[in-house]
């Protein structure tokens, strides 16, 4: 069934031609109190051969009201089961007009407009007789708009799988060749993110490294500004990204700055069980880091442990029976090594605040009981840290659109 969607002005000979060149089975004309007399009388005369409805507007020059008038419009094709859709903005005011384009570019209707180049000197209208309908390419549907919103949006919510399904929607699209190289990077810049998500930082870093750079030089071209702040954003990311690959399989503050993030990612997702799952092996590994940054090895790689290294303390650290048991041996180890107010001597002497805050992360169904962690769990974790020590803060988030 094809449905015809009609602004109605005050002159009946253009919104004749319009029924006539598209013979609709179906007209719904969105009429002011002044033309509603016109739509009326092209009911009586012409509605014998088609389904009809009426959308009445109390104001003609309301572009909000334009708007929802013809979202109305749609669903009424649509209840109608319309297999095609047409949109003709010829009658009506400019407001009627624009609202009818804004409700519904991007949705898969035609638009179509009757013109023509003999027109009355004194009114400026179209001659009878002389009138030409002319179809109206949608241009969201040439720009890609429609996917590039659902791009932004999948972005922002780190759903990045549904982020890649829109971009290879767009690449599939005949593209300018700037367009088909943003695209493509884009999708490199995607895929790049995903595997910095799992934690795969060169695979990450050798798509973001390669990627990342053509897609901010053909935004910056283009001078699409959203485009350029994000794009730099992540740009100034990458050395993070970079110092972590360069370390290699070594404990870093860095790396857990990077842990960090990925729980706040997890958080914003509302997986709050996953995200407190993350602080615990941030505790961990704020341990080793801190080791390693202070006496230069890896405290659970015996390969890399120096002469006189307390072999008393050997199974404690490589087989500990809980968290509290790491930062207990990590504790004597500084005292071996006569090391004074270190991070792991801190994260010990807070012990009992520790052991409260994990508690909820005991019972979570990730661990050892059935209960679902909170966000209030979580965040009570992720702040005690980040006031302990300058170094238990996330890396930035990623930007956002």
Do not use: C
């Not at 319009?18 to 016109?38: D, I, M, N, T």
């Not at 319309?82 to 009627?96: E, H, Y």
């Not at 509302?270 to 405290?299: C, I, K, M, N, T």
């Amino acid at each position: 069934m094809k449905v015809l969607i009609l602004t109605v002005g005050t002159t009946r000979e253009p919104l004749e031609v319009a029924l006539a060149e598209h013979a609709p089975q179906g007209v719904v004309f969105l009429a002011s109190q002044a033309s509603h007399p016109v739509a009326a009388e092209l009911v009586r005369d012409y509605g014998g051969s088609f389904r009809h409805h009426t959308l009445l507007l109390e104001d003609a020059e309301s572009l909000m009201e334009a708007y929802q008038k013809a979202l109305l419009a749609l669903r009424k094709a649509l209840e109608w089961e319309a297999t095609a859709i047409v949109a003709d903005l010829t009658g009506g005011t400019k407001p009627m007009a624009a609202g009818l384009v804004l409700a519904l570019t991007g949705r898969g209707v035609v638009f179509s407009y009757v013109g023509g180049e003999a027109r009355d000197p004194g009114t400026g209208r179209v001659l009878a007789g002389k009138e030409r309908l002319r179809l109206l390419e949608d241009p969201t549907a040439r720009l890609g708009l429609k996917e590039w919103a659902g791009f932004t949006r999948a972005w922002n919510a780190l759903n990045l799988g549904m982020a890649l399904a829109e971009l290879e929607s767009l690449l599939r699209r005949d593209l300018s060749p700037s367009e088909a190289r943003f695209y493509g990077a884009m999708k490199g810049v995607v895929e790049g993110l995903m595997e910095w998500d799992r934690f795969r930082h060169r695979e990450a870093w050798e798509r973001l490294s390669v990627h990342l750079p053509l897609a901010l030089a053909v935004a910056e071209a283009w001078g699409h500004g959203a485009k350029v702040r994000v794009l730099k954003g992540l740009e100034a990311l990458l050395p993070h990204l970079k110092g972590i690959v360069e370390a290699g399989p070594k404990p870093t503050f860095l790396l857990l700055q990077d842990l960090l993030a990925n729980a706040e990612r997890r958080a914003a997702l509302g997986r709050f069980d996953d995200a407190l799952a993350r602080l615990y092996r941030a505790l961990e590994l704020a341990v080793e880091a801190d080791v390693h940054e202070r006496l230069g090895f890896s405290l659970k790689d015996p390969r890399t442990w120096p002469e006189g290294f307390p072999e008393g303390l050997r199974e404690r650290i490589l087989k500990p029976r809980g968290l509290m048991d790491l930062l207990d041996a990590a504790f004597d180890l500084d005292l071996a090594f006569g090391e004074q107010g270190t991070l792991a001597q801190r994260l010990y002497g807070e012990k009992n605040r520790l052991q409260a805050l994990l508690q909820r992360r005991h019972e979570s169904i990730l661990a050892h009981g059935t209960r679902p962690v909170g966000e209030e769990d979580y965040t009570a974790l992720r702040d005690f840290l980040m006031r302990l020590d300058e170094r238990l803060r996330p890396l930035p988030p990623w930007p956002r659109f």
